[in-house]
Every structure is written in structure tokens, then in C-alpha cells.
């Protein structure tokens, strides 16, 4: 290697999963740890990396145009949070009274509150005041030690509401270090306008926003809240399968509060994700594993919400080989926080998963879940140099020491962006 643009010396621990696909069941422990490691970067992505020792002998004649000594610290992989619903105005802390005196998350929106409060502050921001709230979440996310984020829309359920969304993202994408990847969430809520009406909902959804996004390639994947009260199975099924033929791939909000069967939906219609998941069924699971159905967890959720279930994660990891993984949620309802560092001591709290399965989750399998395991997700010769530094010795010490934001430095493409 004749120039190395940039050389990460005096990394403590070096901790990554191997490879570009999804790991599963026991291989989710299978992490791989170097001691006194370095990193070169050239071209913004990996050139090479191991014991400095090796590096000595392997390397030394290279030019090196920048040294950075991370002062014994840990290194992991760029976090990736593969489920927010990033873009949105105005907050709902005037349900908290409500929900803390044991008012059902879905009876608040069937009141007209929850997503359609949203909906209505949303509506009336303008894109501006939308990207400026947005990129006050994503900078706080960067600062997390996260690289790239998925952003939903279903804050607009108008055409005109769901494109300014869209448009906000793609913004974000073109200005901010962290990645965004979209996706079209518009079978988010039935909105006030067609109350009472699903079907005609559905209708406008699939012959008018799903054909416009599609066009002007305004989002990667497709998403519906499949729930009671909110979308059914039926109505979940014909607007996913219209999203897959316009060439959206599918995720779904499946089995969060009733077992309704969208981790069955999910597995049917081949979706690269299903999420939430805290009352999936076996049938559900195995549905899920049969057809290679990634299922993203966020604890975060059932933990605001006070729910007394959790989603089975052991069961998943355990019993059916799946690769888990982890995501805040973060939205203004369920689970107001950027923070994936507070999900991840979630995840070891009320999930029982360990440090090296929350690593494991928080990367390749969250880069997988939105389709970028070949880019992204693990530390490998040719993937991109997207990479957090951690004030922490080990990586159980992230969930264990927990309130607090352990990120000392964040990488993006070879460049340092927080340091
Ligand atoms: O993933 N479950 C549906 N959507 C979000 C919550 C949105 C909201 O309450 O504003 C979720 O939890
Ligand atoms: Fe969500």
C-alpha cells in the first residue's frame, strides 16, 4: 500500500462482527476482538487493519498523510439505527399525565391524538422547521455514535404532507454526515379526512402517494403500521405488495400490541424486516426465520410505554437462529429518544441479550436490515470507514455504566466528524 490517507493507532480494543450477511442465533456472539489495533483508511474506506505489530511488518514502508492516536480506547463499527421515524413536528409531552395514568397507546389515537397529533403539527410546519427539528435529532444521533439512520415518513398522510416529509429526508441525506435512508411510511394512521373510511384510504395510498414516491425515488422501503384499528392484514398486504411491484421493499410494524399476524405477513410476502415483534407467535417466528426476515427490536418502546412484555428476543435468537436486530424507535409518541445507547442497556435489561449480541445488532444486522451489510456494519478491507471510538475499555462496559454517552469520536467516510 504506497499512501494511507489516514492511520487509527492506539486502539485499545478493536471490536467488529465478520462479514457482510446477517448473523443469527449463536453466530450473534461470534464478535471478533483485536488488541492494540490500528486502522488504515484510504479513499474514505478500510484498507487495512489488525495488531500494530503485523502493521509494523506488513506496512512499513507506506506514506501516511495523517496519524490519529485514539489513546487506547474501543472501536466498533459506525452504529446503524435502522427504524425512526426521524421527521416530524412539534412533541406529545401533554400525553404523558395521560399515559402515565394507564391510558392504551392505541385509545389515545383513536381519540385523535397519538400519530394524528403529530400529524397535525406536522402538516403545519413548514419544510424548514421540519429539516431544522430533524437535524437536531440527527446530529444527536451522530454524537451517539451513529453513521447511518432510516427515517419513515407517516407524519403527512397527504400526498402533498408525506412528500414535504420525504423531501425534508432526502435533504438531510444530501447535507448531514450521517447517512438517511427513506422509507414511505403513509399507512402510518388513518387520518381525520378519511376517519371511519380505511378502505378509501387505502385506495388514495396505493393510486396516489405510493406511484408519486415511487417516481420521483423519494424512499427505498415501504412500511405500514399493521395493528388493530390501525391497518389489517388485508390492507397491510395490498399496500406492501403494490410498494414491492413499484420496487419499494417491505417493512412492517408487526404484532407490537395484538398478535394480529404480521410476523406471518412479513414472512409471505418476503419483507427484509418486520419490527416491534413483543407479541409475535411462534408461528409468527418461524415464519420469520423460513423466509430470512430480519426482526428489529426496540425496547425503547416497551419501556415508555410501560409494557409489562417484552419481545421475545432469546426465544428468537435462541430457538430460531434469527438475526436480531436493535433500533431506538426514536418518534415524539412511543419512545421520544436519539439515544441507541440507552437501547442498548434496554437490550441487556429486558431483552437478556449480550454485549456481544447488542454489538452484533446495533451493526451488520442493522445495516442488513436496510440492505447495506455489503457497505456497512462491520469492520472489513473495502467497506467504508464508518467507525465509533468509545470511552469504554470493553463492550459490555456500554450497556453496563448506562445514563450516559460513552461515544468519544465518530468516523464517516474517513473523515473525523466527532472527536
Ligand atoms: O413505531 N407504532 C407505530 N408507530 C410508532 C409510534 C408513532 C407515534 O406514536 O407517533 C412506533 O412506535
Ligand atoms: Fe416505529
Known amino acids: 500500500m504506497e499512501r494511507i490517507d489516514l492511520l487509527l493507532t492506539g486502539i485499545g480494543s478493536l471490536v467488529t462482527p465478520q462479514g457482510n450477511r446477517p448473523r443469527g442465533g449463536q453466530s450473534m456472539k461470534e464478535v471478533c476482538e ?37 489513546g487506547g480506547r474501543l472501536v466498533t463499527p459506525g452504529l446503524v439505527d435502522p427504524h425512526t421515524h426521524l421527521v416530524h413536528g412539534g412533541s406529545r409531552e401533554h400525553e404523558l399525565v395521560l399515559k402515565r ?59 402533498e404532507a408525506e412528500l414535504k416529509q420525504l423531501s425534508v429526508a432526502k435533504r438531510l441525506d444530501a447535507v448531514h454526515v450521517v447517512d438517511v435512508v427513506s422509507t414511505f411510511m403513509g399507512a402510518h394512521a388513518v387520518p381525520e379526512e378519511f376517519k371511519g373510511r380505511s378502505e378509501a384510504f387505502v ?71 418486520a419490527e416491534h415483534l413483543l407479541t409475535a407467535t411462534d408461528t409468527g417466528l418461524a415464519a420469520l426465520a423460513a423466509s430470512g426476515v430480519i426482526p428489529v427490536l426496540l425496547p425503547g418502546t416497551s419501556f415508555n410505554l410501560g409494557l409489562a412484555t417484552h419481545a421475545r428476543a432469546r426465544d428468537m435468537i435462541d430457538k430460531y437462529d434469527l438475526p436480531v436486530a436493535l433500533s431506538t424507535d426514536y418518534n415524539p409518541g412511543s419512545c421520544p429518544t436519539e439515544s441507541i445507547q440507552l437501547i442498548m442497556m434496554l437490550a441487556s435489561l429486558n431483552l437478556k441479550m449480550s454485549p456481544e449480541e447488542i454489538l452484533t445488532a446495533c451493526t451488520i444486522n442493522a445495516a442488513n436490515a436496510l440492505g ?30 448506562f445514563g450516559i454517552n460513552h461515544t468519544y469520536g465518530v468516523m464517516k467516510n474517513g473523515e473525523m466528524v466527532v472527536w
Open 34 to 70: 483485536t488488541k492494540d489495533a490500528v486502522i488504515a483508511i484510504k479513499h474514505g474506506r478500510i484498507a487495512w487493519f489488525g495488531p500494530v505489530n503485523e502493521f509494523q511488518e506488513q506496512l512499513a514502508g507506506s506514506e501516511i498523510a495523517v496519524t490519529m492516536d485514539v
Open 101 to 159: 395514568s394507564g391510558v392504551p397507546y392505541l385509545d389515545i389515537l383513536a381519540q385523535g391524538g397519538g400519530i394524528l397529533h403529530t400529524v397535525k403539527c406536522t402538516r403545519a410546519s413548514s419544510e424548514q422547521e421540519l429539516y431544522e427539528k430533524a437535524r437536531r435529532s440527527l446530529d444527536e444521533m451522530l454524537l451517539n455514535g451513529v453513521t447511518t439512520v432510516e427515517a419513515k415518513s407517516g407524519y403527512g398522510l397527504s400526498l
Open 203 to 273: 385506495d388514495y395510498l396505493v393510486n396516489v402517494m405510493l406511484p408519486k414516491v415511487a417516481e420521483e425515488g423519494l424512499a427505498e422501503f415501504c412500511d405500514v403500521f399493521c395493528e388493530r384499528g390501525v391497518f389489517s392484514i388485508e390492507e397491510s398486504r395490498r399496500i406492501l405488495v403494490e410498494a414491492q411491484r413499484l420496487g419499494l421493499r417491505s417493512k412492517i410494524h408487526a404484532d407490537e400490541i395484538v398478535p394480529l399476524g404480521g410476523a406471518e405477513l412479513a414472512g409471505e410476502i418476503g419483507a427484509i424486516s
Open 372 to 401: 447495506r451489510g455489503h457497505d456497512i456494519g462491520s469492520i472489513e478491507v473495502g467497506k467504508r470507514a464508518d467507525l465509533t471510538i468509545f470511552d469504554a475499555p470493553n463492550i459490555a462496559y456500554l450497556p453496563y455504566h
